[in-house]
């Protein structure tokens, strides 16, 4: 697992971090980087974190990834957000105080929280594990309003208090660094490669080598499945390789889809932007599926006959429930499964969304929380 290390920002060292951290009755003041306006550059603020309750645990953040759904909240892409908003939902830290209730969790343990920090807890979807699909809607790491309607904020800070049960564990044979992209990257991949049987003797093809793809790669591999990567050019063909795929081909090469017609179980394509769903429709088996879990913010176009043909299935994926992030984890912890990372300090936020947008990053940007 490459790491390249960021310049730290000046006047954001360990000891600030300390110092700026203040208690009341009301909560904890902890700094963070938040945007103040919808496509406003994100800025150095201080926010308030709620007491640390009963069932709370208090998390000292190491690191937090930057995922291209964090682009797209604070731009509005996805709707009209909630400002000011501290983004990050791939958040990798230590516990540093517990609730009298807490019983999963004690000070100096390795956690982790995702996308989200709470859902009803009582609808068949939360009962079963899949509290992502809540009905009354799971509580969002940030850009959401908590139970008690006040706006959450993510993991561009110090500091999160949450409650137990929405946290997971994060084994030992992990870095924190490396484990922090697994929380949203991880198990947005790994949750579809499971629910359609990935492994051996499956011909699964990954769509977009990036933050979510190069991670579908090393899972897919790791389950036994014969690999694939389609991406536009050949151009991290060799990064693709070393990930663990067999294969690599161009889709800007339109004897790509000829070549590979009907060759896969199962497609997962990891791009945010709309793509020929047809095309690629065309590159499964009987009873194949094609699974998004890229979120465009435009809408696609679908010629219903590339599924009638086929018994195909066109389906979608959206992370995975507490007890499969913690199988997830579990999982990546015994195959020596991390993100690629480029980590860096808080001052470079902005200048690393555009090198998202403009693909520039092997694979995924991670800040270190002691620069905040």
Request: glycine share 12%.
């Amino acid at each position: 697992m490459s790491v390249t290390q960021g310049t730290p920002a000046t006047q954001a060292t360990q000891a600030t971090r300390s110092t700026q951290s203040t208690r009341s009755a009301r909560g904890t003041r902890v700094a963070a980087y938040a945007a103040p306006a919808a496509k406003a550059p994100l800025e150095r603020t201080t926010i308030t974190r709620r007491p640390v309750g009963e069932h709370d645990v208090l998390i000292d953040i190491k690191y937090s990834g930057i995922c291209h759904s964090d682009i797209h909240q604070v731009r509005d892409g996805w709707g009209e957000g909630i400002y000011p908003m501290v983004p990050g939902h791939e958040i990798a830290g230590v516990v540093s105080e517990v609730g009298p209730a807490v019983t999963r969790f004690a000070v100096g343990d390795r956690v982790g929280v995702g996308c989200f920090v709470d859902s009803c807890r009582r609808c068949a979807y939360c009962l079963r594990g899949q509290e992502q699909y809540c009905v009354e809607g799971m509580t969002g790491t940030y850009n959401a309003l908590d139970r008690n309607g006040e706006p959450t904020y993510g993991g561009y800070s110090t500091h999160l208090v949450v409650d137990e049960k929405y946290t997971v564990r994060i084994p030992d044979g992990l870095g924190l660094d490396v484990a922090a992209p697994l929380l949203c990257a991880g198990i947005t991949l790994y949750s579809p490669l499971r629910h359609w049987q990935a492994g051996p003797g499956k011909q699964v093809a990954i769509v977009g080598l990036g933050g979510l793809g190069h991670l579908g790669v090393k899972i897919a591999h790791a389950l036994g499945a014969e690999v694939t990567v389609l991406s536009q050019t050949l151009r991290k063909r060799e990064d693709g390789l070393k990930l663990g795929a067999s294969h690599f081909h161009a889709t800007a090469d339109e004897a790509t889809f000829e070549e590979l017609a009907g060759r896969f179980d199962l497609i997962l394509s990891t791009v945010s932007a709309p793509i020929g769903l047809d095309a690629y429709l065309g590159l499964l088996k009987v009873d194949g599926a094609l699974v998004n879990v890229g979120a465009p913010e435009e809408p696609v176009a679908l010629n219903l006959f590339s599924v009638i043909g086929g018994r195909k299935t066109l389906a979608g994926s959206m992370i995975g429930g507490i007890a499969e992030t913690q199988e997830m984890l579990d999982f990546c912890a015994e195959h020596g499964l991390g993100s690629e990372i480029e980590l860096i300090a808080a001052g470079q936020i902005n200048e690393a969304y555009e090198r998202v947008l403009a693909s520039d990053v092997r694979y995924r940007f991670v800040i270190d929380a002691a620069t905040i």
